[in-house]
């Protein structure tokens, strides 16, 4: 627990402190007037209060990532805790915030245009393509899970099972929430979510402090802990640590997300509070998350929080280990019911299945708005809109049907949407960091993030048993490689457009 607290605090020291920082780099205008106003159309540019865009803001990135990711990531162990603050601080928050910001100068642009901007038009062809197919990802995805919740929710307190039935109802309110304009039904509900939400947070941080449960520190080792609770992850922890633990540290979703809010926010010097602050607060859950994770599986906590009859059905199936028993859903309802209550553990519940719903609905609004800007088609018809999402309704609707056909394939899903959230994030950053460079400014503090998650990103797609599943001899040193030649790549560029470009001759005359 002295680990938590530390982070914790770190996490809080790391907005107050490196987020006016960052802050300070960009250099927001008070003078400018913003898109929600400038472009005002009644359905995506609408000023909204600072505190309902910061509340959206937040359920938009938060999701099941902080959640279910910060559970199956601290089966890795401690190291989970470094990855989150560290993470959080100095690549996810200053991601999110730059992202939003660039955004927002630029009149409430998308990611896929930010991306070509400064990266050049093949990227942004490819961003378009990427971003499309990961928004499809997160609706099906954020689906399947919240539903899977409300349902063994219902049948704890008697209700009928039928999880076809929730998934119907979460996908209808999809389809109504991406079509409204955004203050219609985003802008009214999101609020009781968010309360909800962050009951379920602050309510498990109580309990934390006041038992103060015995659980691994980091000063007891940063190595795969994973089978001294009989879980043997197929991939090793570098670099899969970094791809599970999406939301809670870094996430390339993100980027897709802060245009919504960008064409909401009434003035730039609100960035730091809404961008950077509302990644710190979903730090803070998943950070939250992984010490009841630890608890639940390194102190045996399960004993404590299931019935009798869930202890004894586990004890006998020696066969499944006990993440396949528990998996992250079941563990969510599992502490919820077991420390909370029926009435708290119902309040905690609700908070965790609406964070999906709300990033499920966000991301097909946004893949909507992605897919109009790039065919230059108007979304104030109803019409339009509906012409532009029904393609993307079927292709989510596609995905669940093969979920539902392959009751197992959950894990299997996080794992690609992790890669693909975090690659997104690589191109992000990247783009971030020729937008500082061109603008003179401090380009290090996305720099850095870039090689690493570049690194990240190319080491898992060739070791991870889910991709080329290559020896980690031949993994490690190509992952290096790529991002060695990204960041050559980025001073090459920097080397032509202030060097080469800028060099004059002894009489003091520009030269070429």
């Avoid at 993100?254 to 003035?267: E, G, I, Y």
């Avoid at 109803?382 to 292709?395: D, E, I, Q, T």
Wanted: proline residues 5%; glycine residues 8%.
């Amino acid at each position: 627990m002295i680990t938590f607290l530390i982070s914790l605090i770190a996490l809080v020291l790391g907005f107050l402190i490196y987020g006016k920082f960052v802050e300070k780099v960009f250099g927001p205008d008070k003078r400018r007037i913003a898109p929600a106003i400038r472009k005002a159309d009644g359905v995506d540019f609408v000023a909204l209060p600072t505190w309902k865009v910061f509340m959206i803001q937040f359920l938009n990135i938060a999701g099941t990532g902080p959640i279910f990711g910060a559970i199956m990531g601290m089966w890795f162990g401690t190291s989970a805790y470094l990855w989150i603050v560290f993470g959080c601080i100095f690549a996810g928050a200053t991601h999110d915030y730059l992202s939003g910001m660039i955004s927002l100068r630029k009149g409430g642009i998308g990611l896929p245009d930010i991306v070509g901007q400064y990266l050049g038009s093949a990227m942004r062809k490819l961003m378009l393509f990427f971003a499309v197919m990961l928004l499809i990802l997160v609706g099906a995805v954020f689906v399947s899970a919240p539903a899977s919740l409300i349902n063994n929710m219902v049948v704890s307190v008697g209700g009928f099972d039928n999880l076809l039935v929730w998934i119907c109802v979460i996908f209808f309110y999809y389809i109504i929430a991406t079509m409204m304009p955004v203050d219609k039904i985003i802008g009214k509900i999101y609020p009781l979510f968010a309360i909800s939400l962050i009951f379920m947070a602050l309510a498990l941080m109580v309990l934390l402090f006041m038992r103060w449960p015995a659980i691994p520190e980091v000063w007891d080792g940063l190595h795969n802990m994973g089978p001294e609770i009989g879980i043997t992850n197929p991939d090793p922890i570098y670099p899969a640590l970094f791809i599970t633990i999406a939301c809670g540290a870094i996430s390339g979703f993100h980027a897709t997300q802060s245009p919504l809010m960008a064409r909401c926010m009434k003035s730039e010097m609100l960035g730091r509070p809404i961008f950077y602050g509302s990644m710190i607060t979903e730090g803070i859950v998943a950070l939250i998350w992984a010490t009841v994770s630890s608890w639940f599986f390194y102190n045996e906590g399960w004993r404590e929080v299931c019935t009798p009859e869930m202890v004894a059905e586990f004890t006998g199936q020696s066969e499944r280990t006990v993440t396949q028993f528990f998996p992250a859903p079941k563990v969510v309802m599992t502490v919820c019911e077991g420390w909370l209550g029926v009435v708290g553990g119902i309040l905690a519940i609700l908070g965790v299945v609406a964070a999906p719903i709300t990033s499920g609905d966000t991301a097909l609004r946004s893949a909507r708005l992605i897919v109009a800007d790039a065919l230059h088609i108007d979304q104030r018809p109803v019409g339009k809109r509906l012409m532009v999402s029904a393609p993307l309704f079927a292709a989510s609707i596609a995905l669940l049907v093969w979920q539902l056909d392959n009751p197992d394939s959950f894990n299997t899903i996080w794992k690609y949407f992790g890669w693909a959230n975090q690659t997104l994030s690589v191109f992000t950053l990247w783009a971030i960091t020729v937008y500082l460079a061109l603008k003179h400014k401090l380009f290090i503090i996305t720099m850095i993030p870039a090689i690493f998650m570049t690194c990240v990103c190319a080491t898992f797609l060739c070791v991870s048993k889910d991709a080329i599943g290559m020896p980690v001899e031949y993994g490690y040193p190509i992952g290096a490689l790529v991002s060695v030649i990204c960041l050559l790549s980025f001073f090459i560029w920097y080397n032509k457009k202030f060097i080469t470009l800028h060099k004059t001759n002894k009489y003091g005359e520009r030269v070429r």
